[in-house]
Nanobody
């Protein structure tokens, strides 16, 4: 079992930056591949990025590639999402998720979900 708590969301102007954090409970954080998804009102849940157990491999959605960076610190049981050059279309609830072993871009593959943190980008 792992519990996930996101933080760092807020209101930012277009072109600005935010860093989201996701703190995980438990002593086996390094056994979980992690990812971020987002959901905007009236839209389907969207994959943002994922990271491997060690952090050596990452993958980002085309919509955020070059602007968002996912990273993790296994000593702190924390995964991060650095978001730069934010756009109004990035406005959504951002959700941190976890699954054992292999990272995935599919929401259905993830067993553990946080409550989410709201990111609002004004134009």
């Amino acid at each position: 079992q792992v519990q996930l708590v996101e933080s760092g969301g807020g209101l930012v102007q277009a072109g600005g930056s935010l860093r989201l954090s996701c703190a995980a409970s438990g002593r086996t954080f390094s056994r979980y591949a992690m990812a971020w998804f987002r959901q905007a009102p009236g839209k389907e849940r969207e994959f943002v990025g994922c990271i491997s157990l060690s952090g050596s491999s990452t993958y980002a959605a085309d919509s955020v590639k070059g602007r968002f960076t996912i990273s993790r610190d296994n000593a702190k049981n924390t995964v991060y999402l650095q978001m730069n050059s934010l756009k109004p279309e990035d406005t959504a609830v951002y959700l941190c998720v976890a699954k054992t072993v292999i990272m995935s871009t599919e929401a259905r593959d993830y067993n553990y979900w946080g409550q989410g943190t709201q990111v609002t980008v004004s134009s």
